[in-house]
């Protein structure tokens, strides 16, 4: 995306949505750099929190994983030590913020409703109405071993049970009636058969807002029907018009308006006094993210073999990749030969090692450039309708976010594209969502 000019401020329909997201994984954070914090330590997550409160953005996000990332039969060196579980942290959070929406990712495979439900619900009422839940999947098997259940769902039934996970914690949220009294709640379906009494009274924002990342169609479909923001990926704008309007385009069958739903990218931000400066930061950043070991293991996820032996500064493997035949594993396999394929003519065409194709192919870096250039990228990808706005992802932590919020947002709100206070209290109101249907009936 870098690169593009606008030609200056124009009057400006409506505002762009910020927020933040607070990475779980070191795949697009410099953990090892000088001024980078434990991704454990509370004073990371306020500093960060802070800095989204003080840009006036809409929520601030907390990945999650359930388990730490397997390689080899083992946790890989390279994932992060220490993954708090992220409801905790943001519970915290409601404490030293005022306004932020705070988003917990959980996985809609490997938890249960009622419980889950009750704890989005009491984040909702300590923090005011600002939780959010970010619904995510797995089919992986090495999860799985971390649970009662002790093994993994087809892929093709993950998304059926997250429909069905998030339409049952609705009914429990939408219980109680509007003067605060419970009633009987009853589900009966393929997943979860329960019945009983909600223990949580109706949250000040109804329901917390529900957050849903996936590009695939089981995925369109699911944020469609489901979702009240959507996490695309980062790309061009020609790429996030086509992503825009094919998932604006599936809400009408769901009896949905395009007002329902919120598209907002995950993107990457960095800045320079120049064109240059910028160029040269984020050449310098992708070479901190990827070192030697890291090439390595971004090839063998890719050709399921250990290449542990390779020389990172040697060329490419000339073999094919295998398939991968655990329960849960990578089951598109023709999808990793022609991928490996075009990574091999890439590093041929351009004389590339095993280390510079990897930074050459994983850049995450989407907007590079001034802060004036940067500000009028963003504003063209909203006024296009390639977004409704983004989720930055910083690459260093905590302090990844302050250049952006104390140069970038300022441009915003003189193009009129971005807020210059908060005009409400809750998560929905700063997203413009509707207030959700239901008015405490029990089904």
Known sequence: MSGHRSQGPRPFGRHCHLAAYFPGADTTTVWTGPDAKSPIEFSSFEHLARTAERGLFDFFLLAEGPRPRAHQGGVHDLDVAGRPEPLTVLNALAAVTERLGLAATADATFN???????RLATLDHLSGGRAAWHVVTSSDDRTGEDFRRGDYLDRAD?????????????????????DEAPRPFAHRGRHFD?????????????????????????????????????????????????????????????????????????????????????????????????????????????????????????PLPAFDPV???????????????????????????????IRQTVIETSARQSFVGTPEAVAAELTEFVREDAADGFVLVPQLTPDGLDEFVDRVVPLLQERGAFRTEYEGHTLRSHLGLPAPAGDGQAV
Do not use: C, N
């Open 112 to 118: 249960e409703p009622f419980e889950l439900a009750r």
């Open 158 to 178: 993950r998304y059926p049970r997250a429909a069905e996970f998030v339409a049952t914690a609705r009914r429990l949220w939408d219980s109680w009636t509007p």
């Open 194 to 314: 329960i019945a009983g009494e909600f223990t949580v009274p109706r949250s000040p924002q109804g329901h917390p807002v529900v957050i849903q990342a996936g590009d695939s169609r089981e995925g369109r479909e699911f944020a469609a029907a489901t979702a009240d923001v959507v996490l695309a990926r980062p790309g061009t704008l020609e790429a996030g018009r086509a992503f825009y309007a094919d998932v604006k385009g599936r809400l009408a069958k769901y009896g949905r308006s395009a007002g329902d739903l919120r598209i907002m990218p995950g993107v990457t931000v960095v800045l320079g006094d120049t064109a240059a400066e910028a160029q040269e930061r984020a050449a310098t950043t992708r070479r901190q993210l990827v070192s030697p070991q890291r090439a390595l293991l971004v090839l063998e996820r890719l050709w399921g073999v250990d290449l542990s032996a390779w020389d990172p500064d040697g």
């Open 323 to 353: 398939a991968d035949p655990r329960p849960g594993g990578r089951a598109r396999h023709g999808d990793a030969v022609a991928t490996a394929g075009k990574l091999r003519a890439l590093s041929r065409e351009k004389g590339l090692s």
